[in-house]
């Protein structure tokens, strides 16, 4: 039998199972529940937060037969014919590559015909955005006033690109990114249900590389998975996923706190010794020097963060002494160096000079300070001298 991926053998088969949009699932639920379902919805939000899945649940749950409105049985004719790939009562089609006009007028001919097993037709476009301005008009009539068996389910990953007559005919749903800890949940709970043995840490990795993104999550398991069986541990997954170590990055910003280029330096070279690529130390730091600045700001969480608490404490007490006005001007260097290293000829050149300059930094004095301490007879007096 076929390997299955991840993403696709838990890809969640009812609200239920959704993880972080319960306040969608909700509302959802409550409107089936209470007869005052919509007829077109429009699902935004980043890649890999569940939109299509959302679509396909919601199409489930709205023609199974199973007795229960709000969980799809998986049993009934409805639910099979769904689960085979290929439904008749729900046609989903990808918008990037169906973007003229006829390919929304013969989905049109389509809503005259009655659903063959369950009781609507529900229509899932995917990247909605990609349609071309006639294909959008196309849709309008038939979106305002649809046959009562018909469904429109729109999922788009760039709302601002969908025009405001469609955005007025449907039901707008913003999905989040998912935190650190819901995705580490999930994670540790599809290992208790595949018999793979694991740390917390290992799951924290793959959480924050995921970046709010469950899918990427899965995919980022997926690999590790295939590298260490079933005997997952963080060292492994660091070495397969190519990230860097938190160490590495307080190791960076202490060395830049003492002005000490020649710390810097050997970081870097430990950084490429054991296979870390500049990009991702790059884009790592920078996130790292952001983090540190919200912490240091305060009045945020680690959740807010998305970083585990035991991270979110450390993060309080490394470089001190740097203040946010040289937080500020290491994330400026960063991000000027982010975009100069992808035309550079020699890479490591410039990241190391990127470095040196962030550690020969004077610190920012605070205005009032400054200006107290040159009217301070102290200060006066030795001028005189």
Not at 315 to 330: F, M, T, V
Not at 335 to 356: C, M
Request: overall charge neutral.
């Amino acid at each position: 039998m076929a390997y299955i991926a991840m993403a696709r053998k838990w890809r969640p088969k009812s609200f239920n199972d959704l993880v972080g949009q319960e306040h969608i699932a909700k509302t959802i639920e409550n409107a089936i529940v209470g007869g005052r379902l919509h007829h077109a919805f429009l699902f935004t939000g980043t890649r890999g937060v569940g939109k299509t899945t959302s679509a396909r649940i919601l199409a489930r749950t709205l023609n199974c037969t199973g007795g229960n409105p709000l969980v799809p049985c998986g049993k009934c004719k409805s639910c099979l014919d769904i689960e085979s790939g290929q439904p008749m009562d729900v046609i989903e089609i990808d918008a990037a590559s169906n973007t003229g006009v006829d390919n929304i007028r013969d989905l049109l001919e389509q809503t005259q015909y009655t659903p063959m097993i369950g009781k609507y037709k529900v229509f899932v476009i995917d990247e909605v955005h990609m349609l071309s301005k006639g294909a959008f008009n196309a849709l309008l009539k038939t979106l305002e006033e649809p046959p009562p068996h018909v469904i429109f389910i729109f999922a788009t990953t760039e709302v601002n690109k969908v025009p405001q007559t469609i955005l007025s005919r449907v039901q707008r749903f913003d999905f989040k990114r998912l935190t650190t800890k819901q995705i580490m949940g999930r994670l540790h709970y599809i290992c208790e249900q595949e018999g793979i043995t694991t740390d917390l840490e290992a799951l924290e990795m793959i959480a924050e590389k995921a970046d709010g993104s469950m899918r990427d999550a899965l995919t980022f398991f997926d690999q590790a998975y295939a590298f260490t069986g079933n005997d997952m541990n963080a060292e492994a997954v660091r070495s397969v996923l190519g990230i860097p170590p938190n160490e590495l990055y307080f190791s960076l910003l202490e060395s830049i706190e003492k002005h000490d280029v020649k710390g810097t330096f050997s970081v870097v070279d430990k950084a490429l010794e054991t296979g870390v690529e500049f990009a991702p130390l790059l884009e790592g730091f920078a996130k790292f020097v952001r983090n540190r600045l919200y912490v240091q700001v305060g009045g945020i969480t680690a959740e807010s963060l998305n970083i585990s608490d035991a991270l979110f404490e450390k993060l309080k007490n490394c470089a001190p002494s740097l203040g946010n006005g040289d937080l500020l001007r290491i994330a400026r260097i960063l991000t000027d160096l982010q975009g100069n290293i992808r035309r550079s000829a020699n890479p490591r050149l410039l990241v190391e000079s990127a470095f040196a300059r962030m550690a020969y930094l004077d610190r920012v004095v605070d205005l009032k300070q400054a200006l107290a301490a040159i009217n301070n007879p102290a200060f006066q007096g030795s001028k005189k001298k």
